[in-house]
């Protein structure tokens, strides 16, 4: 027998960059691996309902439809970046460069440990206009933690790109897509893949020494 659906969330990992079980409730584990292979539009309840081994009654008991399923996945999925990016943010220090640096590499571990999760992003046009504004304000305040970031790493001679906004944009895209193309079998860990990109992101914004300076984030 299921439990109840409240219990959607994963316990709070004891660090950023640590990752276990996924922890969310079955039905929604289940919906994200649908939606995952086919789509939100090519799944339907009843297919969720199949993988889950309940009715499609005692699912709506548990979420009203399945636009509710997605919201809680993609809620689900932003809050804990931000918790992670908030932590590895605050772990760093007010210096811009390591700070940058750790909230980068928060970014794409968080993308290469959670694919299911992460790759529901491009379900964003699936969620209705409430949904969808929630989902979009959380996904703004990471953009701007960012860019804040850079903005005082220019501030301070550390970072030189003359469009912090769009290099920032430019980073979280690239970091976004490690979901669609990591795969935990492949030549890369995430921890490596998570080096490079704080390289290439440093390279974005303007950093003019990378590997030099940018400190263990990079080089370890």
Known sequence: MISDARETTAP?????????????HPIL???????????????????????????VPALYYHYENKQAL???????SI???????RAAAEEAGDEPLPRFCAMVESIVLYMAHRQGLAFLDTEIRSLEPGNRARYVALRDYLEHMLLDTVAAGIERGVFTTPIPA???????????????????????SAEEVARRHVLLSLGTVGHPDAVRKAGPAVDG
């Open 12 to 24: 709070a990992a004891p660090h950023w960059r640590t990752y276990g079980p996924l922890g969310l």
């Open 29 to 55: 584990v289940h919906a994200m691996e649908a939606f995952g292979e086919h789509g939100y539009h090519g799944t339907s309840v009843r297919d969720i309902a199949g993988r889950v081994g309940v009715t």
């Open 70 to 76: 997605l919201a809680t996945l993609l809620e689900t």
């Open 79 to 85: 809050k804990d970046v931000l918790d992670r990016c």
């Open 166 to 188: 769009d290099a920032v944009r430019a980073v979280l895209i690239m970091c976004q897509g490690v979901a669609g193309w990591y795969r935990p079998d492949g030549p890369l």
